[in-house]
């Protein structure tokens, strides 16, 4: 059970790695409400997204990148280690199937459909999603001790 949270989690972290990994640490001033859009998914600097982990609302800086392929939507908000990444089905009416919170506190937050402890649902009302659920981690001060956050995610794609 242990084994299977800890790849859960670190398949939440390769995706929000390769999420952040098409951002760009330019300064924001340079692309202020710009919007680059393409085939596949769109980058904007000027969409909107809260984040709360634990009751508590995150600072969540940079641009937003939302890209559907292969019947997923990939969702990208901020860059860094404050970076947090989601995939959900495609379509109006998505289902979760990973989320990276980056690391919060020491501990690495996330959810991976199908792995032990965590859940999540995702609503689509045009192009705004809000995904809630519970994530899990491992405090590696503890690392016998599973943890569990709640959060929520609204976010608008460009």
Excluded: H, W
Excluded at 83 to 99: Q, R, Y
Excluded at 132 to 139: E, K, M, N, P
Aim: with cysteine.
């Amino acid at each position: 059970m242990k084994r299977g949270l800890v790849v859960a989690i670190g398949g939440a972290a390769v995706i929000a790695a390769g999420l952040v990994g098409c951002s760009s640490d330019k300064d924001k001033s340079d692309t202020k409400g710009t919007t680059v859009s393409g085939n596949a998914g769109s980058v904007a600097t000027n969409s909107t997204a809260k984040v709360t982990i634990d009751g508590k609302e995150q600072k969540v800086e940079g641009s937003i990148a939302c890209s559907a392929a292969g019947g997923k939507m990939s969702i990208g908000i901020g860059s860094g280690m404050q970076a947090i990444a989601a995939v959900l089905s495609d379509g109006d009416s998505p289902s979760v199937t990973s989320v990276g919170l980056g690391n919060i506190n020491g501990v690495t937050l996330g959810y991976t459909e199908g792995a032990p402890g965590g859940k999540a649902t995702a609503k689509k009302d045009g192009k705004k999603y809000t995904i809630s659920g519970t994530a899990t981690g491992v405090d590696m001060a503890n690392p016998m001790q599973p943890v569990e956050k709640p959060f929520d995610i609204e976010v608008s794609c460009p």
